[in-house]
């Protein structure tokens, strides 16, 4: 975990409100772990915003980390005027990372919204370790969407609205490869209506299931005791000291969909 | 370096840096980040006498330059703290302070206990005294001179280690509780602790934080903390260690000028948690940029017009 | 443009944007910049009986998304106040609420008299009790719930337009100093005055503040506004006029969300006189764009979690 | 007195740390009454500076208006950062303006530091109407000068250091031009000490002198009542209602030396 001032490569829209940002960030690389972990983000501006932001890493390569972000509010809208050329500090690499998704199963992997980059990330990870693997996105409407439905090399794209891709949500195509493939395991991202759907389904059906979960982050470092998500099985010993509560920034985002709960 | 010593009680601090409550957890949480031995001293997060989950999440949001948070003093218990901490503690070079909270005196009076019956290197104790009291239908001890005085007095009893009385911002006459600390005992007060606040989603309607009011603390604070401090300073004869949005070596300067003999960073270890290493070199710097020939030589002395 | 009007007391408001006392002077000095008339209401800086020069310079600074302010209630008097303002007043379409300020009873009780003696367009009083009582010592009416109701009682007694009484944040429980204005008779009470801060220039060692104390204003305060009025809409059943830190139209719907029946704009107008006319503008966009059918139906309506 | 949204022309460093920007404000020169007048700007960043910061109207001309300003402290700072082609929001214009120096006087311009904005305005009124005049400027050094040294034009440089110019302050060349000239009037705006020994000696010699002042403004329109300078002559009757105090703002910023005390 380091502090680093990284320099922006490139900042650009992807998406209606979707950016993508690509940082020279080796400090972060060389600390980096796997998909599920994130920087946390400072955009100064004096201490109008005095919190970092937490943004999953979507891709770490070359040196490089690249994050997706949608704008929100104050900051990441700043985060959008940023242009090549201009540092920020970024705090990293954080957070556990996704596992297990190279041990002879099938990762299907969900992504919704800003959940996606990391889901983005364990697909090129799978694609890395040439292993076989279905992404599933889904979104409110074709505008969210930044890559194409081509379900032909096993990418489904989902919106409610129908206008692009399948119509309906994530869980149709889950629940149809499920039954297709051998020893599935869904990692999943995303909204959280959409992970407590997949929960509730992994728990029913028995199904191998890893959750990334946000949580509002005061520190991302274990320091705020902010950012904590119920658990599920309270025997579970982790690097913070609670029984009930689970800190998401050092004990999580990523977590078995079992070890928790959602409110 | 230039002389940055400073003494409470009869312990002297190598600098008056001290990382705030709560904000540092236990010490031992972001050692890449900061060199711990640096600081003056390390306060840790405030102790129950049994483990405390805290509340429900949301805890935390952030405000125009500050943030509220609720964490509902979740801590792991005087007994681990005792068992884990303390041992973790003997190697550090830096001053331990503990933190103690409590529901009624007795609680803390048995931390108290519980921590003299044990040889530890810790150098004192911080009394939040921010918490509500069950025996007195919920009423914080903060606001109360008499609860205060007889809380200071029973510990002072009970311990030679330095006693610091943490005070609250959310009172209407912050100076009587000061005093009446002094008068129980205490070696010293520190002020200020969260600023009681709310903070409300426009979008959902709903309430960003879970036990619907929180603190208040970060630069929004500083000047609410700068005036309880000069307040303070101006009636009492023991130290003030001074917090409330300190982020800046500015903010250091503004509070020993106010009155304080040290401070505590609190907030600013979220942005970055070696903040406190940080603004040891800066004040140096300052002190040494100054006409001031020590930093101790600057307690108080802000000049005022009136 | 939806309904927002808004009763209080048996006084109908075109809409709940106010200008708080001592941020809009008189209500006549930035014509240029903003129609009055759309105002729900001008509260008119504080009065006192003598004309007052207020204290030296300096008298402002700016703090971390706020300002300090120790203007010491500068004002032209009662006397001139129905002379050279009561008739501009007639000619205004908005409502007025003169804000009224003394160091004893008598000096509240004068002014009205002097008030009521006249015929005026006045809508109604806000009694603003953060002010020091030379009888008591200095100690603010507003911090005490025995004065704060005897002079509540006092007037009440003498008219029959509105009375707000102004409640001071810098006090333990901002609850009961509520209760007691209700139950002698208040229409309203409004919250929050400023908070006790201080500044220093870390430079010159200076204080930037000829008081060395002034009100702390703007959104570094909005929580704990947020929290004084939701806890006072929690045990009060007179309405509640918001304050403190609202310069956008999410801030105006989080204190009606929180308990506010309306809401005054203070700081935000150095900024852009013209804050309260966009914000009734934009509120109204707000509530059309939302779920709630009309602004009053929002009232006191945050979800909170527990 | 409006608000608008102007254009930056041009914003460049034109001595060390002081800087000159160009507005395009067809506004606020539709309004403007002469030099002395100031605009009060608004750097957006939130609300974390909540004030506008008052500026001195240095030149207005063609629909443009300059400011010539000296980075302090954070405003500034995200002042100097602005590029040609972005905007920034200014109220104005404010305040009241030099007069008689068009009443067949010698007028004699004094500036010092931030405060010379107003006085090289006057001058350019004075070139204007072809009155002849003498422009001193001091500074502490070299480095904050930005004009020449040209004494036989008329424009005389002094610095504490003698590093350029005159050495010393600005009291020693207005005596002497004083004794020079027939009818002088000073007209002065700069550090606060300056103002002082100006104020002194414009007394004690009963030289017609005014002075533009600082204070620290709240809203500079009025409102707030922060801008208060002592008057001396309390009798005067100003658009402020009080009668120890002026509102700078409003009265000012320009004030008879007689007619104000200074701390
Ligand atoms: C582990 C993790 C990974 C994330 N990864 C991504 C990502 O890859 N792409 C992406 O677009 N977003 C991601 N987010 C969410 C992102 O942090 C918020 O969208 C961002 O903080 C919004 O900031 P804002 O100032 O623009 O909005 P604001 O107006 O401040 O807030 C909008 C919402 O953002 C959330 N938020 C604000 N501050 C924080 C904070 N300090 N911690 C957590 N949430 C906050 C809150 O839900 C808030 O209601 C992630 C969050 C977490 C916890
Ligand atoms: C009528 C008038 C005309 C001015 N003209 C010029 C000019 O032409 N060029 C120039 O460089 N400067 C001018 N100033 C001063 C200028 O306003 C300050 O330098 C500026 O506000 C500093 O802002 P900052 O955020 O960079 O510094 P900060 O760190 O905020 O403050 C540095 C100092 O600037 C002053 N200041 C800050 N805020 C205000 C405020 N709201 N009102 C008044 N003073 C403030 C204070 O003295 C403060 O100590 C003028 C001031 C006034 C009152
Ligand atoms: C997340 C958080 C947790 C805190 N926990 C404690 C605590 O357990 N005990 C305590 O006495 N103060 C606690 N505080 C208060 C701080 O120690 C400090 O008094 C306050 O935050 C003001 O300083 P700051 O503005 O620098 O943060 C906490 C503050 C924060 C922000
Ligand atoms: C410069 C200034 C002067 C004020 N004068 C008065 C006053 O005369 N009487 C009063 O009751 N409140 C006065 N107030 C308090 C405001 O009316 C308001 O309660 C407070 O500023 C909080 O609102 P805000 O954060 O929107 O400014 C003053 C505030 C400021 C900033
Ligand atoms: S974000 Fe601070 S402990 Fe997790
Ligand atoms: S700056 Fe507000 S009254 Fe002059």
Redesign the interface.
Known sequence: MLIERAHIISNTEVAHNIWEMFLDAPGIISEYKGSGQFINILVEDSWNHPLRRPMSIASAKDGKVSIIYKIFGDVTRILSKKKSGNDIEVLGPLGNTFTNWNNNYYPILVGGGVGLPPILNLKSECELSKIDHTIIIGAQNSNEHFIAHDPKNDIILTTDDGSSGESGTVMNPIDRIIKEKNRPYIFACGPEPMLVAIRDYSLKNNIPTQLSVESYMGCGVGLCQGCVISKNNTDKKENSYHEQYSLVCIDGPVYESKDIQFE | MSNLEVSIGNITFKNPIWVAS????YGT??P??IDVNKLGAIVT?SITRE?R??N??????????????S?GL???GVK?YIKEMLPIYEDLSTKIIMNIAGTDIDEYIEILELMENQSSSITGYEINISCPNVNKGGMEFG?DCDMTAKLTEELRSRTDRLIIMKLSP????IVSIGKASQDSGADAVSAINT??????N??????N?????GG?S???????G??AV??LYKDLSIPIIGMG?I?SS??V??YI??GSTSVQVG????????TGEDLIDMIDT?VADSNWKSLVE?IG??????
């Open positions: 709560g904000t540092f957890g949480e972001a890449d980040l997060k483990p989950e805290g429900p999440p949301p805890r935390i949001v952030e405000t125009p330059s500050g943030m509220i948070n964490i979740a801590n792991i681990k606001i959310n009172v209407s006459d600023v009681v606040g709310m903070s409300i426009a979008n959902t309607g709903k309430s934080i879970f036990t619907t009011y208040l970060g630069p929004a604070i500083k000047p609410i700068l005036a000069n307040k949005g982020v500015t903010d300067a503004e000028l106010a907030t600013a270890n979220f942005r970055n948690p070696g300052y600057m002395k802000v000049e005022i017009h009136n």
